[in-house]
């Protein structure tokens, strides 16, 4: 028998944003039949609109209850609960506190990925139940976070999926490292950005870069895919960048586009810490990448990486420019983005077993509660392991839904 207790509803009516919105809550449909049983029903209508407070696991009440309270808050009782609530990149203090040491010391400014409701607080509820948190500090922040000139929840980043043409410098203006080149190596990038001591970073580009190689992760900056419009979608290979990648270099606060390497500058100094460009270093870096663009067989690795890109007909048609120099006005405006670290993917949470029943410190069942998604590292605690494949997120969490719905309805 397992309860939960719900607050009012607070601020939870939300656009959706992100890579499920429009999905049906697994674990529910794995049930073979919702109706009259309360431990997992509720679920998906419930947490949509009242937050949870707290987490019973065995309090001996009677089946398939709900029970107000006088505060306005709700007791739901039932056989099993299912806690799918999420990672924990909303709340920035707590990504913080599990930062990992391997990725040096915790960013003071990011941007949210996610929106605020996804705010882990349920691990601390679970935690509190006696469920136990593993592998808490393997978080996934993304090193292309821009704030959103349109936000939906507060601080609102958009990631950039980038192609691999932009010069990337750190906020003091040095080129990175091989091999952080645009798209490359997330956690890699972000650990040398860690040891540069400053919480953002930048990309150089052109016009001719941002129209093929700029896509933006959630689901309101894809109509054409979110809508099924194919229509919208076959206009991705027209020249020109897409609608919402020209807004965001219109209104976001962090894009400055200039004729000439001396307004970019200015720009640049006055997006970010002001005085820390210098002029002659951009034009020197320009310079010598123009220079190699302009070799048959160049020795920067960037430069033979985007030739690489190219022999991949896809990349070729709508992933990656034409190599070019970026001094001449053709391929023009020049444009600087400031890259913000964003959060995101939680790696980590509720350790379960294979039939998503949470576990106890010491490794015991515990009784009538289960978790799925990504509050369980997209199953079990870590089912993805660290370095995780891009966009294969959603499986975890069908998967590991289907298989606590299935667990679940075993107790009914
Ligand atoms: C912009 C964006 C793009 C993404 N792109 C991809 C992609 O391309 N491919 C991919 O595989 N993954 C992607 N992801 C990740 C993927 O969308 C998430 O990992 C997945 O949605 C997690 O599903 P979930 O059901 O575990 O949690 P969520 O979808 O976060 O749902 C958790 C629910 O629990 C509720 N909740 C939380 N706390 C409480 C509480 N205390 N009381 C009541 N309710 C609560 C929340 O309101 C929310 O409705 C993306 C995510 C974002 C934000």
Redesign the pocket.
Known sequence: MGSARFDRPED?WHRS????GSMKNPAASALPSATGWMGCWWWPVA??V???RSLNTDDGAPRHRVQPHPDGAFQIMGQAVVV????IGGDHDLVRKVWPKRLGTPPETMVS??PA???G??LAISQARGARVINPDRLWAYVEGVRNWDPIWANHGIRILPGPSSLWLDASGQRLPAPFYPGFDTLGTLKHLRETGHDYSRFVLTQKVIEKEFAL??SEQNPDLTGKDHRLLLARLKSGAPGPVEAFKEHGQDFVVANSVEELVAGMNRVGEPGMISEDHLRELLETHDLEIGKKFSKDAQVTAVRGARQYLGDRLIRTAKPHKFLDPRNGPLIAVRLNILT??TLGGLETDLSARCLTESGQVLPGLYAA???SGFGGGGMMGYNALE????GG?LFSGRVAGRGAAGDV
């Open positions: 939870y944003s992100g890579g499920c947490s949509s009242f937050r949870e799918t609530s999420g990672g990925g996610v409701h996804v705010d607080r349920m992760s959630g995101r993917k998604g990504e509050v966009g294969t997120f959603l969490c």
